[in-house]
């Protein structure tokens, strides 16, 4: 149990670290395309994003 505001104000402030980094780790491994995006040509690309916007 924290003795003083300050510590309280760290141990508060960890967790909220510890939770950001863990959902930013989550959204890399679902998400591995905004980590790595394919190499397709730029045409494929412009292909595949009208397709997307318009189904």
């Known amino acids: ?25 989550i959204i890399k491994n679902r998400w591995t395309i905004l980590v790595r ?4 040509d730029m045409s494929i690309q412009v292909f595949f994003s009208l397709l997307v916007l318009n189904c």
């Open 1 to 25: 149990r924290p003795a003083n505001p300050q510590e309280l104000f760290k141990l508060c402030h960890s967790q909220a670290h510890n939770a950001v980094e863990r959902i930013f780790g």
């Open 37 to 40: 995006p394919p190499a397709f």
